[in-house]
């Protein structure tokens, strides 16, 4: 008599069965170190071009957009007596142009306030500004002969007069 046995062990995997496959040891310590060296290169680049472009281009020492030009100008010790007894003092010009985002800065060693156009500069003191938008600046003068003094900002803009001293 024959006898049968029942095979009692496992089947074995099929080629389409993978959850018995076991993983090798170079997958399974994850991606090779020059991907994750491109990754962070790629990221740093990317976070460095998005900080340039939101701060809007190249920057100055103060931190801001590129400057405009920087106009100074200073009026020495005794102008305000020279101009009063006549003389023709050549310090600040009668008519000055200036583009948006050009700054002019007016030093003022003379013994007495002085008046350029809107801004009073008082004695030993220094007035600055920066100018944002168009406009014509007129007003009195006391660095000047003839009194006056006109600031033409880009294209010129609407026209203001400041008070006449």
Do not use: W
């Not at 062990?9 to 076991?22: G, K, N, R």
């Not at 957009?65 to 920087?70: M, P, S």
């Not at 020495?76 to 010009?93: K, S």
């Not at 306030?113 to 938008?133: D, H, L, M, S």
């Amino acid at each position: 008599m024959t006898s049968v046995t029942a095979d009692t062990s496992e089947p074995a995997a099929t080629a389409a069965d993978t959850s018995q496959t076991p993983v090798p040891p170079e997958l399974r310590k994850g991606p090779p170190r020059l991907i994750v060296f491109v990754a962070i290169v790629l990221i740093v680049g990317v976070t460095m071009l998005v900080v340039l472009l939101l701060s809007g281009g190249s920057t100055s020492e103060t931190g801001s957009r590129a400057d405009g030009e920087r106009l100074e100008f200073t009026i020495p010790a005794g102008v305000f007596g020279r101009v009063a007894a006549g003389e023709d003092v050549d310090v600040i010009p009668a008519e000055l142009h200036v583009d948006v985002g050009d700054t002019i800065t007016i030093h003022n060693e003379d013994t007495v306030g002085q008046i350029v156009g809107p801004y009073y500069v008082p004695a030993g003191q220094t007035v600055q500004q920066t100018f944002t938008e168009n406009a014509t600046l007129e007003g009195a003068c006391t660095a000047h002969k003839d009194g006056r003094i006109r600031i033409v900002v880009g294209t010129g803009g609407e026209e203001a007069t400041a008070p006449a001293a």
